[in-house]
């Protein structure tokens, strides 16, 4: 989890993102996103290059408190682990 860039008149509820890897289902997402209460938002990808004036791609990240972040990266792996024991 990496935290934004705070601004002086921002409260003490912080927010932090989290990087979604690639391949997790949406269906887990959105479980995650109305379980712990954090949201599900795009953040422009800084690619090491890029021109100014190239279209700059973006990416789902999870934003939340660091608390609910932390316990959907659990649910998030748990419930990964459980599709994929669905093929042995």
Same mark, same amino acid.
């Given at each position: ?6 601004? &002086? ?5 912080? /927010?932090? *993102?989290?990087? *979604?890897? =690639?391949?997790?289902?949406?269906? !887990?997402?959105?479980? =995650?996103?109305? +379980?712990?209460? !954090? %949201?599900?938002? %795009? +953040? ?13 791609? +973006? $990416?789902?990240?999870? #934003?939340?408190? /660091?608390?609910?972040?932390? /316990? $959907? #990266?659990?649910?998030?792996?748990? &419930? *990964? ?8």
């Amino acid at each position: 989890m990496s935290k934004p860039d705070k601004k &002086k008149d921002e409260p003490d509820n912080e /927010k932090f *993102i989290m990087p *979604i890897p =690639a391949g997790v289902p949406y269906s !887990i997402l959105a479980q =995650a996103v109305n +379980k712990f209460g !954090i %949201e599900l938002v %795009e +953040k422009e990808v800084v690619l090491p290059g890029s021109a100014g004036d190239e279209i700059v791609p +973006k $990416a789902w990240v999870l #934003r939340g408190d /660091k608390e609910g972040l932390g /316990k $959907a #990266r659990e649910f998030i792996a748990k &419930k *990964i682990l459980e599709s994929m024991r669905r093929f042995e």
